[in-house]
């Protein structure tokens, strides 16, 4: 008796017992967890990490093509064989930008999070400064990966892999929101016209699958624009892209303006404000601050929807990843490039949801 | 007197706001008319003319997954519905399969044993932080990997599964096979209107009846019964190795397969969510007094916790499968023939009718979507509070 009452007092007994077996089906579930776990968990990390080739297959030979592989040399007995991702790391970076200049990407890669702090910390020395950044980030951006102006030209059609999935993801989030706050305020006008207008352009984007508004821009904007107008494809995808992405966030930014007690704007009215002047002062950044976790949501559904944007031909991460698959020299190598794109997505989306939890955590301390 | 016309236009509230429409209007239509101009001028420099005429010509390509008969020689109209029966096939299968998975890794998730808990948490970021569309490839792929047909796995005796597809036996009605089919709808419908009946009676008298049970046994029963009075009517086609493929029997796909098993268990991750955050809002004082009063844990669930957290799932279910039917558009990715792959890919491809087809069938899943939010609606109005609140 004196001995388990010793053991109750143990912190870890207790957890245990309250949270792994505190009833006799609790234990067996408890189990068979664990089996379940060690099951998948040594599969995974054997194929994965332990058995796997990176750069020499087990001959410590180098591994330039698929017939390299060790579980090509002796099947059944190795596991993944990551040299494909090794070989062809340029491609699934920068796609087929050239080598030479690959320095651009670098710095518009290093320059994204200087353009992206401004907007997600806002107890930031100097953050005005870096919301003007911001703004000017998708002109610098561009003008770094286009070329011109003592560059050299690097058409779009040789942008690839993760450049394409952030530039689509990051330009079309940053297009989407100046849009997205101007629909989202039209929704709630009292002009019925501009009301009309905007829940039908919601509605309707919201209401049919992304793949068709890309095929609608690759295909029906040649025909809406004039002969010499020829969009390239990643800017017909990037119109896309934005347009859905803005009815989305109109939605996110809608929720937040409803939340608004109508007094606010009464105050503001009755001291002469404008609407214009009420809206920018004081409806808009009170409605932004609570819409940011929605909206951010919304990011992440757009960010992992670029991957669609390989069924028109683009080459995002997915469609460089399909591109190595289907290589003669590397073929039948699928879960290896994959596992490894699904863990990039899942990077960036995991982060940005864990940014948006945080987020409402700090806003209901503030609140309440 | 211009002055103070002015001085009305800007402020004066009404007059402002009529001008300001009148102009987008104006804008707008400009803008249309000059984009028909151009696109009529564009077709016409390209020989494609425009109307509905192409509907009836012959397709002339294939679809291999189809529930209405359907020849390379049928019209694009007769592949416009087999297009869109494939893509209401799998969007309510996969509708139903992740509502299960999803109720299932809710309620896991709030589980009171600590592993088991995360191990949903682990599959519910997994699945719904990656690509849907790479989820499909990745699951078609694996299923690209089953044995070959010589060397398909059997199961029972009767299930082949090869990376061809999954072959099973075909059921085939003979006469009377209707009967027992229409035994099976009147015991359901007879067994509603017992329930009322009973359930009358139990207000009255106090007693209670074990409803479900016998209206289990009422529903599954009667349609056995009817099975054997009318001399077992029905029959089994099993597939049987022929050559180098099955004959007989049906198949499920392995595109089909891929598209289920994506579009569920991406989709499932964010029913999971949904249904937590609806359990988790049915406050605890509830189920304490539910307690208190005595009920047994399965009749507080079912009676106190579930209808309240209804309210708060239904919203956003809506959304997911609204979702799921949308996503249910990739299947180009993998050749699942819906309605995209088909009619919005191959017809268009063929006839340059780009406005046409394109218009179609965004108005077709424009349809689809309110049609899903109208049942979900009316559905929502009917767990929400009722009285004067």
Known sequence: MSASISLTHNKYYSWCRNNLFSSWINGIITILSIYFIYEVSSFFLNWTIFEADFVNNFRGEKITDRTFCSKNIEPGQHGACWAIIIVRFHQFVYGFYPVEEAWRVNLVYGLLPFALVGIFFDNLPFRKYFIYFTFLFPFIGYFLLYGGAGLDVVGTSKWGGLLVTLFLGVTGILLAFPLSIILALGRRSKMPVIKTICIIFIEFIRGVPLITLLFTANVMLPLFLPDGVRPDNLLRALVAVTLFQSAYMAEAIRGGLQAIPKGQLEAAQSLGLTYWQSTRKIILPQALKISIPPIVNTCIGLFKDTSLVLIIGLFDLLGVGRAAVSDIDWAKLHYEVYVFISLVFFIFCFGMSRYSLYLEKKLKTDNS | ?389
């Open chain 2, 1 to 389: 007197m211009s002055n103070s016309f002015l001085r009305k236009l800007i402020f004066d509230e009404k007059i402002r706001s009529l001008v300001v429409q009148t102009l987008i209007i104006g804008i707008f239509a400009l803008i249309i008319y000059l984009i028909t101009q151009q696109t009529a001028y564009n077709l016409e420099k390209r020989g494609i003319g425009t109307g509905f005429g192409f509907l009836n010509m012959s397709a002339g390509y294939d679809i291999s997954i189809r529930l209405i008969p359907y020849t390379s020689e049928s019209t694009h109209f007769r592949a416009y519905l087999v297009g869109l029966i494939n893509t209401l096939m799998i969007s309510i299968c996969g509708c139903f399969l992740a509502t299960i998975l999803g109720f299932l890794v809710g309620i896991i998730r709030l589980s009171s044993n600590w592993l088991f808990r995360n191990i949903a948490y682990v599959y519910v970021e997994f699945t719904r932080n990656v690509p849907v569309l790479l989820q499909i490839i990745l699951y078609y792929t694996i299923l690209l990997y089953l044995p070959k047909i010589k060397q398909a796995l059997v199961l029972f005796d009767t299930f082949y599964i090869t990376n061809r597809g999954i072959y099973s036996p075909a059921p085939i009605f003979k006469d009377g096979f209707s009967i027992v089919a229409w035994s099976f709808v009147v015991a359901i419908i007879f067994s509603i209107f017992l329930k009322k009946y009973l359930k009358k009676k139990q207000e009255k008298s106090g007693n209670q009846y074990p409803i479900f049970y016998i209206n289990s046994a009422l529903i599954i029963f009667t349609p056995i019964i009817f099975y054997y009075i009318m001399d077992m009517p029905l029959d089994f086609d099993h597939p049987i190795l022929k050559g180098f493929n099955f004959k007989g029997g049906m198949v499920v796909r392995p595109e089909f397969m891929g598209m289920l098993l994506g579009l569920s268990i991406y989709t499932a991750a964010f029913i999971s969510e949904t249904v937590r955050s609806g359990i988790i809002s049915v406050s605890k004082g509830q189920r304490e007094a539910s307690q208190a009063l005595g009920l047994k844990n399965n009749l507080v669930l079912r009676l106190i916790v579930i209808p309240q957290a209804l309210r708060v799932i239904i919203p956003p279910l809506t959304s997911q499968y609204l979702n799921l039917t949308k996503n249910s558009s990739l299947g180009i990715a993998i050749g699942y023939a819906d309605l995209v792959h088909g009619f919005g890919g191959i017809s268009l491809n063929q006839t340059g009718k780009a406005i046409e087809i394109m218009s179609m069938v965004m108005v077709t899943y424009l349809t689809i979507s309110l049609t899903i939010s109208l049942f979900m609606n009316i559905y929502n109005k009917s767990v929400q509070f009722k009285g004067n609140a």
